[in-house]
C-alpha cells in the first residue's frame, strides 16, 4: 500500500512537472513575449507621435523659417552675384551722393569657415565727409553679408572740392561672403576695370586676394 501511495506521489509530481514544461513555461513564455511586444508597440507609438509633433511645429514654423533661408540665401548665396552686388552697391551710392572710382573682386578663396568662400573687394569712392560716411552706413546694412577690413581717407583734388568742404577719396577693403562653390582657374580672370566716376562699373577679378 505505501509503494502504491508512493508511485501515486511520484506519478503527480512528474505530470506537474510535464504539465510545467510543456503547457504553463510555454504559455508564460509566450506572455512574456506578448508584452514585450506590446512595450516596444508602445515606445514605438510614443516616438511617431513626438516625430509627429516635431513635424507639425515644423509645418506651424514653415513661413518664418523660409523668410530665414531667403535672408540667409541674400546674405551668402552659393555664387558670387557681382552683377546683383554691384547694382545693390551703386543704388546706394547714387543715394549717399558718393561716387566710384574704382571696384576690383578678388577671386572666390576658402575662408575660416566651413562650406564658405570669401571674395575680397578693393573699391574706391569719392564724396563729401557725410556722403562717405552715409556709404558706408548703407553698406553696413545691405542685404549682402560684408565686412569691412579696413578704411582709408585722403583729401580729394576734384574740381568739387572746396578748403570748407573737400572731398574725399574713399578706400575700402572689404570681403563678401559665397557659399562653397568651384573656383575658377586664374587664367579665367579679366583684367582690371577703372570706371568713370558716377557710371555703373563691371565686375572685374583679380587673381591674388587685395
Known sequence: M???VILFV???VLVSLLAFFFVFKPQTENINKT???ATATENRADQLELRLAQLQALQKDAPRLKQEAAILDAAVPNDPQLALFISQVQDQADSSGVQWVSVTFALPAPSSQPGVLEVNIAMNVSGGYFQVQD???RLETLARALKIGSLGLTTSTAATSTAASPDLNAIL???MFVATIVVPPPALAPPLLSPTPG???TSTATSTAT
Open 2 to 4: 505505501r509503494r502504491k
Open 35 to 37: 508584452r514585450d511586444d
Open 135 to 137: 556709404y558706408l552706413v
Open 10 to 12: 511520484v506519478a503527480i
Open 173 to 175: 577693403a572689404m570681403k
Open 199 to 201: 557710371s555703373t562699373p
